[in-house]
C-alpha cells in the first residue's frame, strides 16, 4: 500500500505590516491556502515607500512619547537598484504603459514609482481585501493556553476606535526598520549649540541653505544627503569611523562637500574637532547612522530578543526557533535585493505552515544559530552585523 501523503494543513495569520515583505506574504500565504488577517497601521500600502512631508517633532527621534512618522523617504530618493533586480518574480518591476498617471520610466527610478509598483501588485492579487488599514498592533503574545502554539493579537482601529483582541494560529511580522534611528555617540555633545537630527527627519534640502552641516554614517543615506545638501548649504562635511583617522578628501564634482575620519569631540562654541586634526564650525550635525530593529507590540518571555541590532535566536534570520513556525520575521537581512528576498521567505514560511516543507528540531535550529554566531564572534565581526548579507544572499 502507497504511504498516504499528510494533509495541506490551513492555518488562520496574521500578518504585521502592508509594506513591500507583508504584501508578498500576504499573497504567498493565501495562495498556500490559509486565511490572512494583514494589519497596517497607515492608509495605504507600501510601508517606508510612502512618501510624507510631515516629520517627527523631535528631530532626532529619540523621545518615546513623539508622534513617529513612518517613512524615512527623502524628496530626491532614487532606487539604488536596477527595476530588474527590484520585482516580485511573477510581476517585474517593468515600465508601465497602461497606467494613465505619470511613471517614472527610468531605470533607477524615484520613490514614487516603487511605491506606485507596490499599489500596482496589491490590486493585480487582490490584496487588499485581507488588509485592515488605520489599525495598529498594541500587542502580539503567546495565547494563554501554554503549547497550544497559537498567537493572543491586540490592535486598535484608530479612527473607528475599535478594539480587537483575536487569537491566530501564526504570526508573521513584516514590520520593517527604517523607523527607529541608531545614533552615534559623540563627546562632548550635552553642551554643544547647534541642531542636531537624524536623516530619518530629512526630507528636501532648502533648510540647510548658506549652513554648515556635518553628517555621520557612510552608507547610501549620507552619501545621497550630502550631494543633495551640497546644492544649497555652505559647507557639507561627511564624517564615518571607517575612514583612516587622518582622512581628508574633498569629493570630485563638489567645492564645497569633504570626506573626514570621525568625529572626535565637539565643543560649546559650536566647533566640531575630527580625528584628522581638522576643527570648523557646525550649524547642524544629522544622524545617517541607520535604524534599530524594533518590535514594541511584540511580547515573547525572553525568547526572542534584540541585542545591538541582532535579532535572535532567529533561525535563517526567518523563524523563532521557541515558537517555530508559528513566529516568523520577513525581510531582517539588509544589504540585500529585498522584493525576491521576501518572496522567497515568504514561499518558505507559508509551505511550512502548511507542512509541505519540514523544519529541522528547535534543538538542530539553535544549534545552528549558535555555529553562526561562534563564527561572527571568530570573524571580529560585531553583533550589530548579524544580518548583513552582502554577497551571502546568493
Known amino acids: 500500500m ?16 502592508a509594506g513591500a515583505a507583508g504584501l508578498v506574504a ?24 510612502i512618501y510624507t512631508d510631515h516629520i517627527e517633532p523631535d528631530p532626532l527621534s529619540v523621545d518615546p512619547t513623539r508622534s513617529v512618522v513612518h517613512s524615512s523617504v527623502y ?62 498592533v498594541v500587542k502580539v503574545a503567546p495565547a494563554a493556553e501554554e503549547g497550544s502554539g497559537k498567537w493572543r493579537i491586540e ?20 514590520n520593517g526598520h527604517y523607523i527607529e534611528p541608531r545614533h552615534a555617540e559623540i563627546p562632548g555633545i550635552s553642551s554643544w549649540p547647534g541642531k542636531e537630527m537624524h536623516s530619518h527627519n530629512y526630507r528636501i534640502p532648502e533648510p540647510f541653505r548658506d549652513q554648515v552641516v556635518v553628517l555621520i554614517g557612510n552608507s547610501a543615506s549620507a552619501d545621497d544627503i550630502s550631494r543633495d545638501i551640497a546644492r544649497v548649504a555652505k559647507e557639507v562635511h561627511v564624517a564615518c569611523r571607517s575612514n583612516a583617522a587622518d582622512t581628508y578628501i574633498e569629493r570630485p564634482g563638489y567645492s564645497n562637500l569633504w570626506m573626514h575620519s570621525m568625529i572626535e569631540s565637539v565643543h560649546e562654541d559650536g566647533s566640531v574637532v575630527f580625528q584628522n586634526g581638522k576643527t570648523i564650525s557646525v550649524d547642524v550635525i544629522m544622524h545617517c547612522t541607520g535604524y ?30 521557541a515558537f517555530a513556525p508559528w513566529l516568523s520575521f520577513v525581510g531582517i537581512p539588509w544589504k540585500v535585493v529585498p522584493f525576491p528576498m521576501f518572496e522567497l521567505q515568504s514561499k518558505w514560511i507559508a509551505g511550512v505552515l502548511s507542512g509541505r516543507i519540514p523544519l529541522p528540531s528547535k534543538e538542530d535550529m539553535m544549534m545552528e544559530i549558535k555555529t553562526l554566531y561562534s563564527t561572527l564572534d571568530a570573524q571580529g565581526i560585531a553583533k550589530r552585523y548579524t544580518h548583513q548579507m552582502g554577497i551571502s544572499q546568493v
Not at 4 to 16: G, K, T
Not at 156 to 174: G, P, Q, S, W
Open 292 to 321: 534599530k530593529y524594533h518590535f514594541p507590540f511584540l511580547e515573547t518571555n525572553g525568547n526572542v530578543t534584540v541585542d545591538d541590532n541582532r535579532v535572535g535566536p532567529l533561525y535563517k534570520d526567518v523563524f523563532s526557533p
Open 75 to 136: 524628496g530626491s530618493l532614487r532606487t539604488n537598484l536596477p527595476r530588474e533586480c527590484m520585482g516580485y518574480r511573477d510581476f517585474p518591476f517593468v515600465i508601465r504603459s497602461d497606467v494613465s498617471e505619470s511613471r517614472d520610466p527610468r531605470r533607477f527610478p524615484s520613490h514614487g514609482e516603487v511605491l506606485a509598483y507596490l499599489q500596482d501588485f496589491a490590486k493585480e492579487f487582490a490584496i487588499e481585501e485581507m488588509i485592515r488599514f488605520d489599525t495598529a
Open 155 to 174: 490592535s486598535t482601529e484608530k479612527e473607528k476606535k475599535v478594539l480587537r483582541d483575536e487569537i491566530y494560529d501564526a504570526v508573521v511580522v513584516c
Open 26 to 49: 500576504a499573497r504567498e500565504l493565501r495562495r498556500e491556502g490559509h486565511s490572512v488577517v494583514v494589519f497596517e497601521r497607515q492608509k495605504q500600502v507600501g510601508g517606508t515607500w
Open 2 to 17: 502507497a504511504p498516504s501523503l499528510s494533509p495541506i494543513r490551513s492555518h488562520h495569520v496574521a500578518v504585521i505590516g
